[in-house]
């Protein structure tokens, strides 16, 4: 399978350059130079994509890792990225895969084909393209999205966001859900932490929310002292309100020095515990902390009677007060999400797979 192969969102400049179109930055190639996100490149005249069907590895995660807490909870996923990211993030988690300049990070090949069939053999309900920016493979994650449809298997994009309206409005056609990482809540913060840009962000938060079927989650990670304070917990929080509306579950996770970002210290519980507190109070009903223990933080209750819906102990179901589709067992209320009858029984485990032998 040839991992090298054309695109369609891009343009010709007069001079002999090639921009890409896929995501705000924008990248003005010559031939043989790759974009800002290594995963694509301008050879012959045109951009092509360098990535397809080959991964930096695949595994069996508990869907809440995502995090999606209200997508199919207990359920196990097939979690796979490439290389490279068209954000540059100084504070980057998976910098080992994300800010990767090396084919050789790439280890798994599979086509879109035997990844939905491996996860069909695995009983994964969803398959997801994460650890790296799915964007930047458009087209491997929409063909295999295509392939996990046939078999009747979900599909989950956990994304930045940062991409283009044409290319966004092709990519979230095959998509189920999508876990949205946005960054803080100033441009100031996105420009000189991860070199790109809030607004975009903010486009695809409301594309997704108001033009399409696909579930949302977001996520924020707090740094202490950049993007954690009241003021800007109090406009994200608002703001999101007032677009997406209450039932857009938050995830507030804790940073660990990591990456070009060492200086910051670890985030205290006590700044998740609050930050979710404002969530709470300017209507966000659902609100959750990530990367700490915090057990009533991690249950979901129901919005009109108080009762815990579901509780959670790290990434394991604990309790389950939810029937038919998702309806509170003791009034009756809807809580958002995609529900099943009973959860799944993954429970936390992580299980690595390599394809040629699933």
């Known amino acids: 399978m040839d991992s090298i192969v054309p695109t369609k969102y891009w343009h010709k400049l007069e001079g002999g350059k090639i921009q890409c179109d896929l995501c705000p930055r924008h990248c003005k190639l010559v031939e043989g130079q790759r974009g800002f996100c ?33 997508f199919l909870p207990g359920t196990p996923v097939l ?30 090949a599979a086509s879109p084909e035997m990844i939905a069939k491996t996860a069909e053999k695995l009983c994964c309900r969803s398959v997801a393209f994460t650890y790296n920016e799915p964007h930047i493979f458009h ?18 994009a956990v994304t930045a966001g940062y991409v283009c309206a044409e290319p966004r409005q092709e990519f979230y056609a095959w998509m189920d859900a999508a876990n949205v990482d946005l960054k803080g809540f100033t441009e100031a913060f996105y420009k000189k932490y991860t070199d790109s840009s809030l607004q975009p962000v903010l486009e695809t938060l409301l594309y ?47 940073f660990h020095p990591a990456y070009r970002l060492r200086e910051p210290p670890p985030t205290p519980a006590s700044t998740l515990q609050k930050a979710r507190q404002i969530a709470l109070a300017n209507g966000i009903r659902y609100c959750y902390p990530g990367n700490i223990e915090d057990p009533e933080g991690e249950t979901t209750f129901c919005h009109a009677c108080g009762k815990k819906l579901v ?29 099943e009858p009973t959860p799944g029984n993954w429970g936390s485990k992580r299980l690595p797979v390599r394809l040629q032998n699933p």
């Not at 087209?139 to 989950?156: F, Q, S």
């Not at 604990?318 to 009756?332: A, H, I, T």
């Open 311 to 339: 509780g959670r102990s790290g990434y394991e179901i604990s309790g389950w007060n939810l029937k038919g589709n998702g309806l509170c067992k003791f009034c009756g209320t809807p809580c958002a999400g995609v529900f």
């Open 139 to 156: 087209e491997y994650a929409v063909d295999t999205a295509r392939e996990c449809r046939k078999l009747g298997i979900k599909t989950v």
């Open 79 to 108: 979690s796979f990225g490439t290389a490279g990211c068209n954000l540059g993030c100084k504070f980057c988690q998976n910098a080992d895969i994300s800010h990767s300049r090396e084919m050789d990070t790439l280890a798994d």
């Open 208 to 254: 997704l929310k108001k033009e399409t079927k696909v579930w949302l989650e977001i996520t924020t990670l707090l740094i202490p002292g950049l993007n954690d304070s009241e003021k800007e917990l109090q406009a994200l929080t608002s703001w999101v309100v007032k677009n997406l509306g209450q039932d857009v579950p938050l995830h507030f996770t804790a």
């Open 38 to 70: 290594f995963a694509r490149a301008c050879q012959e005249g045109q951009i092509v994509l360098t990535t397809y069907g080959r991964s930096s590895g695949f595994c069996v995660d508990p869907i809440e890792k995502k995090p999606l807490f209200h």
